[in-house]
């Protein structure tokens, strides 16, 4: 991976030394929905102009033996999300991006690919939101934010609305917590007189 990474189509790889292809088919058939490898296996593609980089599976034929190994995997569905996204086939997209978005909110990784996929298929407030998020959550990479500026889809308001959203969160949950712990703390019982002893 680190191969590619750098630029390269070709290097050792853990099938060998040869393409980087059979590095990424070496993993997803082992782990077929490892995040990674989809992602890099779609780039590879795309890289390459070619359905089938360097002599491999289609590549939609990874996501469908992805969805019938793992097929309650949201990673899976942001996945092949991207993979679509970037063909053109937008409203396919768009249904497994929406479906993978409630699963994915606690995973700053999913959710900048969540916001790729959506960047790609051009909806662009989706994406937005999902970049906050995932910074929010402590995602370091900066680069889903800088594409949506460079082309002028960065919205300020929508950012002061969710920086006010998150705040009063933060805010509300000393007391949430607080609240939490006196309804779970045991309340002292009243007995009837009768039940009362030396009475």
């Given at each position: 991976m680190?191969?590619?990474?750098?630029?390269?189509?070709?290097?050792?790889?853990?099938?060998?030394?040869?393409?980087?292809a059979?590095g990424?088919?070496?993993?997803l058939?082992?782990?077929p929905?490892?995040?990674?490898?989809l992602?890099?296996?779609?780039?590879?593609?795309?890289?390459?102009?070619?359905?089938e980089p360097?002599?491999?599976?289609?590549l939609?034929?990874?996501y469908?033996?992805?969805?019938?190994?793992?097929?309650?995997?949201?990673v899976?569905w942001?996945?092949?999300g991207?993979?679509?996204?970037?063909?053109?086939?937008?409203?396919?997209a768009?249904?497994?991006?929406?479906?993978?978005?409630?699963?994915?909110?606690?995973?700053?990784?999913?959710?900048?690919?969540?916001?790729?996929?959506?960047l790609?298929?051009?909806?662009?407030?989706?994406?937005?939101?999902?970049?906050m998020?995932a910074?929010?959550?402590?995602?370091?990479?900066?680069?889903?934010?800088?594409?949506l500026?460079?082309?002028?889809r960065?919205?300020?308001?929508?950012?002061?609305?969710f920086a006010?959203?998150?705040?009063?969160?933060?805010?509300?949950a000393?007391?949430?917590?607080?609240?939490?712990?006196?309804a779970?703390a045991?309340?002292a019982?009243?007995?009837?007189?009768?039940?009362?002893?030396?009475?």
């Amino acid at each position: 991976m680190r191969t590619f990474l750098s630029g390269q189509v070709r290097g050792k790889n853990r099938a060998g030394t040869g393409e980087v292809a059979g590095g990424f088919q070496y993993t997803l058939n082992a782990f077929p929905n490892h995040p990674a490898a989809l992602s890099l296996m779609e780039q590879l593609g795309r890289r390459l102009k070619s359905e089938e980089p360097q002599g491999t599976l289609p590549l939609e034929c990874w996501y469908v033996r992805a969805f019938k190994l793992v097929p309650d995997d949201p990673v899976v569905w942001v996945m092949y999300g991207v993979y679509l996204a970037h063909r053109g086939r937008v409203d396919e997209a768009i249904r497994q991006l929406d479906r993978a978005t409630p699963a994915v909110q606690d995973s700053p990784a999913l959710l900048h690919q969540l916001g790729l996929g959506y960047l790609a298929a051009k909806q662009y407030e989706k994406a937005q939101l999902a970049a906050m998020r995932a910074g929010s959550l402590g995602f370091q990479l900066t680069s889903l934010p800088q594409q949506l500026k460079s082309i002028g889809r960065w919205d300020n308001a929508l950012e002061a609305t969710f920086a006010s959203d998150l705040r009063a969160k933060v805010q509300a949950a000393p007391a949430a917590s607080a609240n939490s712990a006196q309804a779970s703390a045991p309340q002292a019982v009243s007995l009837p007189a009768s039940a009362r002893v030396g009475r």
